[in-house]
C-alpha cells in the first residue's frame, strides 16, 4: 500500500509523522493509494480542501486538541486499520457570492456557508429556498448553511441541530437571531437551492465565508450542494462519523 502522511506544523504531529514515515515509507500524494493526515480537525479541514480532487482516500490520525474528524493515533497496525476501515462519502457545498460592488466569488466549504455581520448593528437578511422567499427579514448576528459533516462545528455552537450522514439533509441555522424570535432553524433537502439577501446592504454590511474562504460586503449569497464532489474519508469499524454523529447528540 503506498502511503502518503502529511501532518500539522504542530511539534506532537511533526515528529509523528517522522516516525511514521521511518516505518511505512513516504509516497507522493498524488500517487498514494491513502493519504494519512496527522493533526486535529482544523488541519483535516485544510487537506480534504487541498486534496479534494484528487480522489484519494483520506485517513486521520488524532495528534491535536480537537479530533471529530479523526482516527485515534496508533502506529502499529496502520495498513491493516486502512483495509478494515469504513467509507464515508461528502459532497462540500458550493457558494456563489456577489458583492455590493459587483464583484462575484465561488468556494467550496466541507463544513458550512456563513454569513456574518461586520459591524455591531444586526444584519437583515432575506432568506429564500429554490426562489421562494422563506423568511422576508432574519434580523440578528447572521446564519449558515450546515453539512451533516459540518453540523457538529459552527453549527451546534450556534444551536443548530445534528445531522446524522446519510439523510440527505442541510441544515439552516441563524446566528443569534432577534427576529423572528422563534424561529430557530430548518432542515431541507439537499438538493435545494438557499439564497440570502443583504437587506440594507450599505448600512449594515455583511461578510460570507466558506469554512475558511471569506468574502466581505456581500449583497447576495447563494448556497447548493457540491454533488458532483465526492471526497472519501476512512474511519476505524469500532467507531466511524456517522457513530460519532448519532453519539454527539446524547453527550
Do not use: C
Not at 455581520?117 to 427579514?137: D, W
Request: glycine share 6%; aromatic share 6%.
Amino acid at each position: 500500500m503506498k502511503i502518503a502522511f502529511v501532518a500539522s506544523q504542530s511539534e506532537n504531529a511533526q515528529k509523528s509523522l517522522t516516525q511514521m514515515i521511518k516505518r511505512y515509507g513516504q509516497a507522493d500524494p498524488e500517487q498514494a493509494d491513502v493519504i494519512v493526515v496527522l493533526g486535529g480537525d482544523g488541519f483535516m479541514l485544510h487537506s480534504l480542501h487541498q486534496y479534494m480532487y484528487q480522489k484519494i482516500p483520506l485517513f486521520g490520525l488524532r495528534k491535536g486538541t480537537v479530533g471529530f474528524l479523526m482516527n485515534d493515533y496508533q502506529q502499529d497496525n496502520l495498513v491493516e486499520r486502512i483495509q478494515q476501515a469504513q467509507k464515508t462519502i461528502l459532497h462540500p457545498l458550493s457558494m456563489a457570492a456577489e458583492k455590493v460592488n459587483g464583484e462575484e466569488f465561488n468556494s467550496l466549504a466541507i463544513n458550512e456557508v456563513s454569513l456574518l455581520r461586520q459591524t455591531k448593528q444586526s444584519a437583515h437578511i432575506e432568506v429564500q429556498i429554490n426562489g421562494l422567499t422563506k423568511i422576508e427579514n432574519l434580523v440578528g448576528d447572521g446564519v449558515m448553511v450546515a453539512t451533516p459533516a459540518g453540523s457538529t462545528a459552527y453549527n451546534l455552537s450556534a444551536h443548530g441541530p445534528v445531522i446524522p450522514l446519510g439523510t440527505q439533509v442541510l441544515a439552516i441555522t441563524p446566528i443569534s437571531p432577534f427576529r423572528p424570535r422563534r424561529w430557530r432553524g430548518a432542515i431541507i433537502p439537499s438538493h435545494a437551492e438557499v439564497s440570502f439577501r443583504v437587506k440594507n446592504e450599505h448600512k449594515r454590511p455583511v461578510a460570507a465565508t466558506a469554512d475558511n474562504f471569506e468574502v466581505r460586503d456581500v449583497k447576495r449569497v447563494t448556497v447548493t450542494e457540491a454533488r458532483e464532489i465526492e471526497i472519501e474519508m476512512l474511519f476505524d469499524e469500532h467507531h466511524n462519523l456517522e457513530d460519532r454523529i448519532i453519539n454527539e447528540q446524547f453527550a
